[in-house]
């Protein structure tokens, strides 16, 4: 049984000088079989895992980790949370997911410091200025909330933006959605980790998957670093490295693997209190609790699994940066590191069942992936439970590329394509 | 980022060239009998394999040929350049 988190367990804990705090997940050895076996640890995976012991209450499951949890994508992302997607699938499962995060804290019993300070995404031309009120309108019919902000506007919501018409892409207004949001990332591994813990799931960290067993077209389990471990039911969600286990089943996805990057200042007082995307000279920021400014730059044009990315990237973004914020010229840039994103062709994810029985991915989610780990869980989850996928992931099956009816999302997955 | 040997015009840097994605996937012969299948199979589906791949690039800011390269994706180091039509150097 897992001892709630409250003001109480707090000062109780302060005063045997915090040594006696439960463990908030346990560390076991894999079993011989799981009714479920979940490949990959990051926040999709052990929402996935989460969900499926609490919805479908099945508990007899594994998640394994090549590395610890978090320590992926999870731990390397900008931390964005937005829902104002263009078409009517991707705005389901994108509002879907935000909904999910606006009460997560309380769920999980575990802060995740889920933050609606707004995300406002500039126009800097009138293509960008046509495509954005298209975007706005769009989100409003399906419920979302966005508005249209004019060039004074956008300077009174944030005003340390330059928004002088001789710059190179001066802006000319932007969207903003107030509901959208950052949040804690690895906070959100964490707190998946210890609900989907106190509910019986197997957290195996430092387990790389080497192969899946499969007798015709039906799964069998999987071979690990720590042995064998059957099961009929495989959810891959290994972000980057998913096409890594597709080939070892031996299917194909449309995805191409590459480095996408980030980087963060020194830390300094408050100065801008939402976060600000722009599409067309590729620049976002926002700023985290401890006053460091994160900065996301764009991925590299080739396939690399190297989490480094090229210093050229770098670059441009922060030239972009400099001319809408002139007041950024002397900060230092502290940290700057990579992530292998898998990208689809269509910008958007998918989750989905496979040609094999028993075989399931949720990948493809390229540079946006942080915002829909929630909602990609509980969909996910639902999808392995039942063997069908849910209304809202329906669209994103793998046979859209084989159908045609693929979801373009290159406009609202923003800079980073 | 890395150096890159253009089989044409030597060593330069590699944001002087854009990559053009896997190598030796092969046009359809008979388009028109190409079922949906095979369709997405030739537009979509990719090895995107971590180790050595396959590739082709374009010196887009230089001679603006394209040729090919063999290339380890886990560490970015080129093992071959070879030019367009040529069979891999490696296996």
């Not at chain 1, 949370?81 to 009517?88: E, Q, V």
């Not at chain 1, 935000?98 to 800097?124: D, P």
């Not at chain 1, 495509?131 to 769009?138: E, I, P, S």
């Not at chain 1, 891959?236 to 191409?256: F, K, T, Y």
């Amino acid at each position: 049984m897992k001892n709630k988190y409250s003001i109480f367990s707090l000062i109780k804990n302060a005063l045997s000088g915090h040594e006696n705090w439960q463990r908030a997940w346990r560390d076991p050895e894999p079993k011989k079989e799981y009714d479920a076996i979940i490949i990959g640890g990051g926040g999709h995976g052990l929402a996935t895992a989460y969900y499926l012991a609490k919805k479908h209450k099945l508990t007899n499951i594994a998640v394994v980790e090549k590395g610890w949890i978090g320590g992926g994508n999870t731990g390397r992302n900008t931390t964005i949370i937005r829902s104002n997607y263009l078409w009517d699938a991707s705005a389901g499962l994108y509002d879907h997911a935000l909904k999910i995060w606006e009460g997560l804290s309380q769920e999980l019993n575990y802060n995740v410091m889920f933050s609606q300070r707004g995300v406002m995404n500039l126009a800097h031309n009138l293509q960008d200025v046509r495509d954005l009120k298209r975007r706005t309108h769009a989100n409003r019919l399906n419920g979302i909330d966005a508005v249209w902000l004019n060039t004074e506007e956008v300077k009174k919501f944030c005003p340390i933006i330059n928004t002088s018409q001789d710059i190179r892409y001066p802006v000319l207004g932007g969207t903003l959605q107030r509901r959208a949001g950052t949040a804690r990332h690895d906070a959100v591994a964490w707190g998946y980790a210890r609900g989907a813990d106190a509910m019986g799931v197997d957290i195996i960290q430092n387990c790389e998957v080497k192969g899946i067993k499969r007798i015709g077209d039906q799964v069998e389990g999987i071979e690990t670093t720590k042995g064998f471990i059957k099961s009929k039911k495989i959810g891959v969600v290994a972000a980057g490295h998913s096409s890594v286990i597709a080939n070892m089943a031996g299917i194909r996805l449309p995805l191409e693997s590459k480095p996408l990057q980030a980087l963060v200042s020194e830390p300094v007082k408050p100065i801008i209190d939402t976060v600000v995307m722009s599409n067309a000279v590729h620049a976002y920021v926002s700023q985290s609790d401890k006053g460091e400014l994160v900065i996301g730059a764009g991925t590299d044009s080739y396939v690399s699994y190297t989490q480094k990315g090229s210093h050229n990237i770098v670059e441009e973004t922060l030239r972009a940066i400099l001319e809408l914020y002139p007041i950024f010229s002397r900060m230092k840039m502290l940290r700057q590191w990579g992530g292998i994103v898998d990208i689809c062709p269509d910008a958007s994810p998918i989750i989905s069942k496979t040609q094999i029985k028993g075989l399931y991915f949720n990948c493809g989610w390229g540079t946006g992936g942080f915002k829909a780990t929630p909602g990609s869980g509980d969909l996910f989850a639902h999808t392995i439970a039942n063997d069908e996928p849910h209304k809202l992931n329906a669209a994103f099956n793998l046979n859209r590329f084989v159908s045609g009816d693929l979801v373009d999302e290159h406009g609202a997955a923003a800079v980073a394509h | 980022m890395f150096i890159i040997n253009c089989p044409y015009c030597g060593e330069r840097d590699q944001t002087e060239f854009s990559c053009g994605g896997e190598a030796h996937i092969e046009r359809p012969k008979q388009p028109t009998e190409l079922s949906d299948d095979q369709w997405a199979e030739y537009l979509f589906m990719r090895k995107n394999i971590k180790g050595v791949q396959f590739e082709r690039w374009n010196h887009a800011h230089g001679c603006r040929k394209w040729f090919n390269m063999v290339r380890d994706t886990s560490n970015d180091k080129i093992q071959a350049v070879y030019k367009m039509g040529e069979k891999p150097p490696v296996k």
